[in-house]
Each structure stands twice: as C-alpha cells, then as structure tokens.
C-alpha cells in the first residue's frame, strides 16, 4: 500500500485552515484522516476513526487539554474540523482509573467534557484514544489486517508478521473494557507501533501525523507481503447448472421473498471473477456464514447472508420455491438467535427485522439489501469487502471470527445502532416508483413529489438531457425510453429491475396532443395518438405487472388520462379517443389484476402548463376564445390555474389509497361537464 503523505499538500491543510482558526494540529488530523478514509481497502462507511490531543480555548478563553476524537456520523473520507469534537482530556484519562463504567456512564463522560454541545457524539472507541498518552492516532478496519486476524490461528500468525512492531489485543467490544485493555498491552512493551486488535482491525500512534499515518501504511503493507508469500489455495467449486435465469427474472422473485410485515426492501446487485468464485465455493456454507470481518458492519449487513439455490435457466419455479424454503429457514434461525442471546439481557432487547442484507446466488453473484437505495449500496460495498477478506484467508487458512454472543452485543448494542439514520421513514420510503414522460411538465413534478416522499424514482422519457438533469437533481434512475417502441420499454423495466432489484408504482403519463376534426383528421395522426397515448399506456403497464407479479407484493398502477376521456373537447378527437381508451384500460388492469393486490387508478388533469399545452399554445388559445391568458387558464369551477404540482398531489393521493382501485380523480379546477359519475 502506497504512502501518499505529500509535504506539500500538508502545508496546503495548514494554510487554508489556519484561516477559519483551526490549529495546525487539527488541520495535519484532517489531512491524514482524509487520506485514510479515501482507500476503501481501510476503511468503508463511516468506520475506523483517528483522533490528536491538543489544545483548544473554552468560551472563557481559557487554554483547555483536548482530545479531538473523530464524531459519530462522519466518515473519515472527508472529515472536516467539526467533525473532530474536541473533548476535555484530563476527565477522560481519570476514567482509567474507573474498576467498570456502563454505556450510558461512558457517553454521558464524554458528551458533558465536549467544548461545544452541539458537537456530534464523540466516536464509541473515544476512551481507547485518550488512554494512550500519544498525540496522533490511527484507527483502521484494513482489509489485509482483518484477513490476517480473522483466521483460526490469526493470534500466532500476528507474532510472525508483526513481530515486536506491534502489540496485540484479544478481542473485547469497543467501550470502556476494551480501552483499557489496550493501554494494558501499550504499557507492556511501549516500544511499539500500534497495536493489533484480534477480529477487529489495527491502530497506529506516533508524536507527529505523518508519523502516525506513515506506520499504518508500513504495517499494512507487511500484511499484504505477508498474504502474497502464503497464498495458495483457490476455492474448490461446486457443480453448478450450465446456464442461469437472467438477472431482471431472479431479482423481483428474492425482493418479494424479502418483504416481512409490510416493509419492503430495495436492492443492489454485484457481480465479478472474484465474487463469483466466492459463492461458487464447496464450503460456502461454512465461510459465509461465519460473521463479518470487523463487527460494526454487523449493524448493516447482519452476521449472516442468506444462500439460495443457483437459478437455473427454464426452472424459474424450482429456484423461487426453493428460495422461499430457505428465506424462512433464515427467519426462523433469526428469531431463535436473538431468542437465545436475549435471554442473557433479562428478555430487554428488542427484535430487529429477521430479514437477511446479504443474499449469495451461486452462479450469478450477491445482492446488498437496504431500506433505501443507499443502504442496500451500503450492504453491497461491505459485503464485497468481507468476500475480499475471506478469499484471502481461505486462499492460505481458515476463515474464523467472534462468537455469536460477541455479534449479538454489538449489534444490539445500543451505542452501534445509534449510528444508524434516526429519520422517520417518509410515506414511500422502500418504494420504487417508474414515472413516464418524467422529462417535464406532471410527469416531473410527479417524480419530484415522490422522490421528496422519500421513494427511489426511476424516470423514463424521450428526452435524454431533461431526464438525467432531473434524475441528478433528486438522486434517481434516468432511462431514455420512447414508450412506444416496445423493445425499448422492455429494455428499461430490465435495467429497472437489475438497479434497484422490482418496482411497486407505476405512474404511466407519457403523452403527446393531436387535434383535428374526426371526419377529416388523417389515419397516420390518428394512429400515432394512439401510439403513445393508448399503446405507450399499455407497454409500460404490462411490463410492470409481470415484474409485479413475480414479486407477488402487490403493486400500483397510475395512468394520466386527461379529462378529454370523459368529455371530449372540439376537434379533439385524435387526443380524446386513445385517452378514453387508456380510461378502459386502467379498468382492465384494474379488474384482471386485483386479485393480485395490484390496484389501477387515473387522474384526469385539464388545462395544466406543460410540455402539451406549452405557453405559445396558452397564448394562441385564449386569444381565439377572446379570454385573456389568466382567465383562460382559471376558466374552472373555482377559478383558479391548475398546477403540475396539484396533478402530482392526485397520483400521491391515490398511491397511498390501499383500498382504491378503478378510480379517478379529477384535477381540473372544477369543470361539470367532465365529472365523473
Ligand atoms: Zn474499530
């Protein structure tokens, strides 16, 4: 591993922030610990930490002894001052002194000594940096340390690679037991490096930055020497059938298997040589299923994936029912794990969700699952990173880590699950929702309205700039997709599928206006309505329903129908009729499907600024009704213009009515003659 401590660059820390009175300490932590942060064979989401002791003036101005500690929330990859809250040191240190000290006791220690309250909690391994006495520390979860320290004899192997350079620490959870068990083992040869913590990762100290940082890169590059010389095994592979399900096939069937109690989940697959390798292994079931490399990733990840049967082309049903087994098997082992370790708690903890974040496909790759898009990213990123650890460890040995009380504490324990988001989940969060026309106009406003939600939106439209400006703008999916062109829809519910694993809402509003009086109107324009604003209904409803059903979860289908459907406009045929056709079809959807928990609903919106009636068209109509612009717009029941907006409000509305199916809802600012009855 590569030194990148750049003299000049440090200087440049220094420099600039020396100008929002930052010390030279500070901003030397904040370059090394961006340094660190910045490789992902370190340290991933949020974890390892890195801490300096220094000075810093209280609100009296008076000099205080702090320890700046890396704060819960922060990743080190791009760590700013305030993410390095200064804590009172000398109160810490007294801590040592302490026979025990509770969870609550230890934060509340650290949190009342912060010089600033409104401080993000300093880190849970605070204590482990103030009882070392040196000024700069380091603190990893590295790749080639844990694929050293996770194996049934990684104590012995530590002495032959380290040697005097570094102590070594059993494993203990992170808090007060564990700090001071590693300045027990610093005070017994204070000649060293570091240490080396058993299943858990390395820390390094030095008196300068470059120090502290340039001994961690020296001792993980002696692990990596070290793994290269031993390595010699490949993994010994299972038969596997000669050819596969595609991947848009297996992901809506382990995303319905994975919906427990209302709550669905999204997903992220990966795939690789490597990864393949990996769940191809005759002994998958034995290294896979031994816990994660570093144990705060059990908060993410939980200790163990599920493993489903390889999927074999043609046998679709055979692999969804054979999953299912063991996704209830899986529950089942959850919930008498958390049984069996509770009981040493008094029955005080309660029960996460008993759905695995991993899932190994033997043949294909894995997934990550999450509550959000990122979470399930989150899982994916850990879950490759522990398939690298244990491909290095059963390359030369074998794969062993903590005891499962040891994994039940830390993900149980309170202080890990604090580092999870705390927000309340939104109205269609879990939820992946594929808008059409999403370029502009309802169909953005639509999108908008469900991404704030809180849903995953993934958008469709012709216009490739329009929607990747949008997709970047709420953190979605953008697909150039022309909604009448068959082949294209497919394509994208696919990629759909393979990015965020189904789809559960379906707003269907690509559209396109023609007019002409009936009796003269040409066929071509009457058939290319009927394209998009019946065909393009139909292509995209019947994708989603297949993926639906496979899921077999339910789901929601919204069609923009206009009110041309139900009161046909003057020479307005060619728009009306496909519209009063898409009217029947969300009827159709919504008998032949209910029975499939998928309900089918339409909003029919009149007279809205859009991409179909653009301000040039605005500008030309009320002048040849003789209207002025304003009242020509607010020509309704309540005089008012009707917004993208408010139409967005309707599909909102009606995706959360649970019992609403074949219903319409008209967004039109009031017009008689188009009410429904
Ligand atoms: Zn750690």
Same mark, same amino acid.
């Given at each position: ?26 901003? #030397? ?5 961006? !340094? ?20 810093? +003036? ?30 009172? !040191? ?37 204590? !482990? ?27 012995? !192997? ?8 570094? $102590? ?34 390395? /820390? ?28 010699? +095994? +490949? ?31 999204? #997903? ?11 769940? $191809? ?70 029960? #996460? ?54 994994? /039940? ?40 309205? /469900? ?107 919204? /069609? ?52 179909? #009636? ?64």
């Amino acid at each position: 591993m590569k030194n990148l401590w750049l003299e000049r660059e440090a200087e440049n820390y220094v420099r600039y922030y020396a100008k929002q009175n930052v010390n030279e300490d500070v901003a #030397l932590r904040v370059y090394s610990s961006r !340094l660190l942060g910045g490789d992902p064979r370190l340290v991933l989401h949020g974890g390892g930490n890195t801490s300096v002791k220094t000075i810093a +003036k209280d609100f009296t101005g008076t000099d205080i002894d702090v320890l700046c500690v890396k704060g819960s929330g922060w990743d080190l990859g791009d760590i700013e001052p305030a993410g390095l809250p200064a804590v009172r !040191l000398q109160p810490l240190v007294q801590m040592e002194k302490l026979k025990s000290l509770s969870d609550e006791d230890m934060v509340n220690g650290q949190r009342i000594n912060l010089l600033d309250l409104n401080s993000p909690n300093p880190s849970v391994e605070t204590l !482990l940096h103030a009882f070392l006495p040196h000024k700069f520390i380091d603190h990893t979860h590295s790749n080639a340390i844990l694929a050293i320290v996770d194996q049934t004899n990684g104590c012995d !192997l530590c002495y032959e690679v380290f040697g005097d350079f570094m $102590g070594i620490v059993p494993y203990i959870m992170p808090g007060f037991a564990l700090a001071k068990e590693a300045a027990k083992v610093y005070r017994e040869k204070p000649s060293v490096n570091g240490l080396i913590l058993l299943n858990h990762g390395i /820390f390094t100290f030095a008196e300068t930055a470059k120090d502290a940082y340039g001994s961690m890169i020296r001792m993980v590059t002696r692990a990596e020497k070290f793994l290269l010389k031993r390595k010699k +095994k +490949k993994f010994s592979l299972v038969k596997l059938p000669k050819a596969f399900a595609p991947l848009h096939e297996v992901a809506p069937i382990l995303r319905g298997l994975s919906f427990y109690e209302g709550k669905r989940l999204i #997903l992220d697959f990966r795939t690789s040589t490597k990864i393949k390798a990996f769940v $191809g292994g005759k002994h998958l079931g034995r290294y896979a299923n031994q816990g994660t490399a570093t144990p705060d990733h059990v908060i993410r990840t939980k200790h163990k994936p599920l493993i489903v049967p390889a999927p074999e082309q043609g046998k679709l049903d055979e692999f969804s029912n054979g999953a299912a087994i063991v996704m209830h098997q899986y529950i089942s082992d959850y919930h008498s794990y958390f049984v069996r370790n509770n009981k040493r708690y008094k029955g005080k903890k309660e029960e #996460l969700d008993p759905i695995p974040r991993m899932i190994l496909v033997p043949g294909m790759g894995v997934f990550g699952l999450g509550k959000s898009a990122k979470a399930a990213g989150i899982a994916a990123d850990l879950l490759e990173t522990n398939i690298s650890i244990i491909t290095e460890v059963e390359a030369m040995g074998t794969y062993s880590v903590i005891r499962e009380g040891d994994i /039940f504490d830390m993900e149980y324990w309170s202080l890990e699950q604090a580092k999870l988001s705390r927000v309340k989940e939104k109205s269609f969060t879990r939820t992946i929702v594929v808008i059409t026309g999403a370029g502009s106009g309802i169909g953005a406003a639509t999108a908008r309205a /469900f991404s704030d939600a809180g849903a995953e939106v993934c958008l469709l439209d012709k216009d490739e700039a329009a929607i990747s400006s949008i997709a970047s703008e709420i953190g979605g999916v953008g697909i150039k997709c022309d909604v009448t062109n068959p082949i294209e829809v497919e394509n994208s519910f696919q990629k759909i599928v393979e990015i965020r694993g189904g789809i559960d809402i379906l707003v269907s509003n690509a559209g396109a206006a023609w007019q002409g009086k009936i009796g003269e109107v040409s066929d071509e324009i009457m058939r290319k309505s009927f394209e998009i604003n019946f065909w393009g209904h139909q292509n995209v409803a019947q994708n989603a329903v297949q993926i639906m059903k496979s899921q077999k979860i339910g789901g929601c289908l919204l /069609f923009n129908t206009s009110k041309q459907a139900v009161n046909p406009g003057k020479e307005f045929g060619p728009y009306g009729l496909p519209k009063a056709a898409t009217l029947s079809l969300m009827k159709q959807y919504a008998v032949d499907y209910g029975g499939d928990g998928i309900r089918s609903n339409a909003v029919n919106a009149d007279r809205v600024r859009s991409g179909l #009636l653009t301000d040039k068209m605005i500008k030309s109509r009320s002048k040849a009704r003789r209207l002025s612009e304003r009242d020509y717009m607010s020509g309704n029941l309540l005089n008012r213009e009707v917004t993208a907006n408010e139409v967005a409000d309707a599909f909102i509305s009606l995706a959360k009515a649970k019992s609403t199916t074949a219903a319409v809802i008209t967004v039109d600012g009031g017009n008689i003659e188009a009410s429904m009855r």
